[in-house]
């Protein structure tokens, strides 16, 4: 039997994302989150992974690559998993290939510096799109412009609202990444 994937998670906020993935990779002989790594002390999700006594880093300065580095250790794969942070140059190279985001939007659309949380919704239901969703690709160096890994899609209802919206993507969310993370840590391993 083969030795589990080593996840580490990058967060800055409540972590739901977060909470899901531990839960489905809980008992998994493929992946296992190993570390979560906030750029925010206060982030909810760091008492999430407390709570599943996941070691947590906090970092001082989420520009600095050797102190990210540092702290991802020997992870094997990288989430970005509501993390607001450019991720360094250095780390995006080390990781190539092996770093993950999720965005709340069907990228290339509605992506990019400042498109997170309602932003993004609100964006969407001012185009007139008929559809959004969740995407998952792989980190480069600009924000949500690496390849495209895995869509979910769901539908924009008449009388949306950022709101309504956005808990339908968040549940596309929860069912995406953990699958890619299983898909993605069968092919490594």
């Known amino acids: 039997m083969t030795t589990p994937v080593r996840v580490a998670v990058l967060v800055s906020g409540g972590g739901t994302n977060l909470q899901t993935l531990l839960d489905q990779l809980r008992n998994s002989p493929v992946a296992r989150v190993v570390r979560v790594i906030s750029n925010r002390p206060d982030a909810a999700a760091l008492q999430r992974a407390r709570r599943a006594d996941i070691p947590t880093t906090v970092l001082r300065d989420a520009s600095d690559a050797q102190e990210l580095l540092a702290a991802l250790g020997d992870a094997h794969l990288v989430v970005l998993a509501g993390y607001l942070k450019l991720v360094p140059g250095a780390v995006v190279s080390r990781f190539r290939g092996r770093m993950i985001n999720i965005h709340p939007a069907l990228l290339p659309d509605f992506g990019g510096?400042?498109?997170?949380?309602?932003?993004?919704?609100?964006?969407?239901?001012?185009?007139?799109?008929?559809?959004?969703?969740?995407?998952?690709?792989?980190?480069?160096?600009?924000?949500?412009?690496?390849?495209?890994?895995?869509?979910?899609?769901?539908?924009?209802?008449?009388?949306?609202?950022?709101?309504?919206?956005?808990?339908?993507?968040?549940?596309?969310?929860?069912?995406?990444?953990?699958?890619v993370v299983l898909e993605l840590a069968r092919r490594m391993s």
Do not use: N
């Open 113 to 179: 510096l400042g498109m997170y949380g309602h932003r993004v919704h609100e964006a969407v239901l001012a185009s007139g799109a008929k559809e959004s969703g969740a995407t998952v690709h792989f980190v480069d160096e600009a924000f949500d412009r690496g390849a495209i890994i895995a869509q979910e899609r769901v539908p924009v209802l008449k009388g949306d609202t950022p709101e309504t919206l956005a808990a339908r993507v968040l549940a596309a969310e929860h069912a995406l990444l953990p699958r």
